[in-house]
């Protein structure tokens, strides 16, 4: 493992050659220079772990220094030195960036533990940054949900919304991605490095699901041996993701239009209030308004919820996009099982991938692709491989074999083909079949036109 590299630097070499020489006997690389502006050559040429730099000095002080070093290096860490009088000085030198000061004399160990421990922070940084960036890379918006017309325009509006406070709505099928697509929100978003928690609303029963959610004070009710802050508390600053929202009970979705309208939660059997920090997504693949005419949903939480929907299309309805999405499925799946001899998908199989319906949308594919890799025998899948139900293979255009159907029935089959066949774009399909985009999703529903 190579040493770390500390550059040390002040006007009075002798100092900065004393300083280095005991940096190096506690086994640092140090390289002493006398004065600011030979140092700022040599940051500009060489790589160094530490900057540890005097304030005063004549032909570029030390506050010159520091910001040269930023602008060069924003990540090296600048530890600064200064006489007893100069605190003020040194102080701000701390406001623009500099790691830490050192008031002279000080012994050779403090300065060896200051440069030590911001080793240490630089690291952590570091870390702390690939990771954000590879969870940004996994979640990246177009490596996770493909880059199609139909859902450019969905990430057109992600892209406007990101990092405003605003519920999303996520609609859509079972299995086009509204969760993947949640987390590539906050994974993109200034929330990034906080907190993402996902509650299943459908999972469970009602008074286990208040207390997951709000919290619970000790002995709010049977069971309760302690107090629980709730998930939407613990996603502080972040994302909280409720998944299945048209599962949500009646009684609850009250309690929830109150969090979102005033920022506040109560625990159950409390009667104190706490401010709510988080961002939150919620998604569903019932027609919300339909378990509104039904009683099943509350009407007012639907508005304060819908004031922006991204509604993903199904993946029948965006085929452009399954050669990447198989491309981003095979290299986790492969990364899963490394010992497959799995590399790719023939032409063949990738066709017949293509001409498949994909009921269940992105999930399925993904299963699919994993299936492949974990029973393949040898470095390309071929066709007889990508196990399809040959029902859900398109044809060239809308069916008419088989028993006659009500003209409605025909009429969302026809719809649904001509959606398919502009890219899942509706304003467009709407266009081009004469109607507007109200009647193309009662169409496509297969609902009766309003009387």
Known sequence: MSKARVLVVDDERALAETLAEGLEER?????AVGGGVPARALLAKETFDVLVTDLRMPDLDGLALLAASKALNPSLPVIVMTAYGAIDTAIEAIRQGAYHYLTKPFKTEELSLFVERALDEAAVRLEAATLKKNLRDRFSLANVLGRSAAMREVLDVVERVLDVATPLLIVGETGTGKGL???????????????????????????????????????????ATGARAGLIMEAGEGTIFLDEIGEMPLGLQSKLLDVLERAVVRSVGSDQERRVEARFLVATHRDLRRLVTEGRFREDLLYRLDVVTLELPPLRHRRDDIPELVSHFLAEARARHPRSPVEGFSSAAMTKLLAYDWPGNVRELEHTVERAVLLGRSAEIGVEDASLRSRDVRGDGPAFAGPVVPVREMQSRYAAWALEQLGGRKLVTAEKLGIDDKTLARWLAREPDAK
């Open 27 to 31: 086994g640092y690389e140090a390289v």
């Open 181 to 223: 697509l949640a987390r590539a929100i906050h994974a993109q978003s200034e929330r990034a490095a906080r907190p993402f928690v996902t509650v299943n609303c459908a999972a469970l029963p009602e008074n286990l699901l208040e207390s997951e959610l709000f919290g619970h004070v000790k002995g709010a009710f049977t069971g």
